[in-house]
């Protein structure tokens, strides 16, 4: 088989070099002479695992010691629940910036638990491009306020915290590793594994100690991130395999030279295709430039009615999954990590060629 190049959203592709690490250790993990499917979460070798994992991700996102690491399951949609149930109480508000589609989901959820204000930032310019606007103050001390620092459906990335004395409380799930971030500004980060940073079934929650024990709502155990910190994230078994293979994608950032070298990556390809799609007449990208994501690139063809071509062309021509959301139609590359830049390079020349033919047959 040629070489294929993945776009997928989610789960997305993983380094090649990690599914290589991952298949020699599959039968024979450690010398155990079983795999690391099959061990106890308990054992030295899988708590060995799990204590390199965190020392990693402390290392490559700079955590400082007051906050916790928690390897959960239920993805991210488990956290639009979980976070409002262990940080606000029913009566509480709570604050939702929204910023497309995966930040007003959030919001949804929460008004299960606690009293959500919404604040919709997408706005057109006079060009008729779509931008956020920058939040307005918070000012009446909710219980944390909310945000998406990337909206992997919308291909929009949030580049202006709101003012606030809450917390702020950030999916991450498809930006998480991409980049350097300060941790400090925020209370809670989550992200769900299957994006940046390892298979489905793991979610990370970065969480400074002093929420960890806020008066919460009755809740499953399972979700609570003080019961969970105690437990060292194994009050129940947790995913075991996803959670070995993030270890393995860490070890492959820090080799590659941590998140400045994924953020210099994740420019220059990203770069690479908006610059191709601007200078288009035949494909369309109408995010503003300062919010465009770095990691989803959206874009769409001249009529929806040229889509079903385009994709077929485009699988045959070994570039994968690039349908894009059913919310937002039109198709959508998604560049995490592990996408190299002659991936990026073999899109554009697709692109180039299936809108030079589409253009003759007019
Ligand atoms: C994928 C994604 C989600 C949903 O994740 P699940 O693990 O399927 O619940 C939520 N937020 C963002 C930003 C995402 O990219």
């Known amino acids: 088989m040629s070489q294929v190049f993945n776009f997928s959203a989610g789960p997305a592709m993983l380094p090649e070099a990690v599914l290589r690490k991952v298949q020699e250790n599959l039968l024979n993990f450690n010398g155990l002479g079983v795999s690391v499917m099959e061990i106890s979460h308990r054992s030295p070798a899988f708590l060995a695992v799990a204590k390199e994992t965190q020392d990693c991700l402390r290392t490559l996102l700079a955590i400082p010691d007051h906050y916790h690491i928690l390897f959960l399951q239920g993805g991210a949609r488990g956290q639009f629940a979980a976070v409002p149930q262990n940080l606000a109480k029913s009566e509480q508000s709570t604050h939702y910036l929204c910023s497309g589609y995966w930040s007003a989901c959030a919001a949804q959820e929460a008004k299960r638990f606690t009293r959500v204000q919404q604040q919709a930032l997408q706005q057109h310019n006079a060009r008729g491009e779509l931008f956020l606007r920058t939040p307005d103050p918070i000012l009446n001390n909710p219980a944390y306020v909310h945000l998406c620092s990337n909206e992997t459906i919308d291909g929009i990335r949030m580049t202006t915290l709101p003012q606030t004395q809450s917390p702020l409380v950030a999916d991450m799930s498809s930006c998480l590793l991409s980049e350097t971030i300060d941790i400090c500004q925020y209370g809670l980060i989550y992200a769900c594994a299957q994006k940046n940073i390892g298979p489905a079934g793991l979610t990370l929650v970065i969480i400074r ?154």
């Open 209 to 362: 100690d002093e929420l960890l024990n806020r008066e919460t709502q009755l809740m499953p155990d399972i979700f609570n991130y003080q019961c969970q910190a105690q437990a060292g994230s194994m009050y129940n078994t947790p995913s075991t395999f996803a959670w070995y293979v993030t270890l393995e994608v860490c070890r492959w950032i820090l080799a590659q030279g941590g998140l400045s070298a994924m953020a210099a990556d994740n420019e220059k390809k990203s770069a690479y295709l908006y610059d191709y799609l601007d200078q288009s007449n035949f494909y369309t990208n109408t995010i503003a430039k300062e919010n465009r994501s770095r990691v989803n690139v959206p874009f769409h063809l001249p009529t929806p009615a040229l889509e079903p071509a385009f994709l077929q062309q485009a699988t045959q021509a070994g570039l994968l999954f690039l349908q894009g959301h059913r919310a937002v139609g039109g198709m959508r590359a998604s560049l995490y990590n592990a996408m190299p830049f002659s991936g990026v390079q073999a899109l554009v020349d697709f692109l180039e060629q299936f809108a030079s033919k589409s253009k003759k047959h007019q």
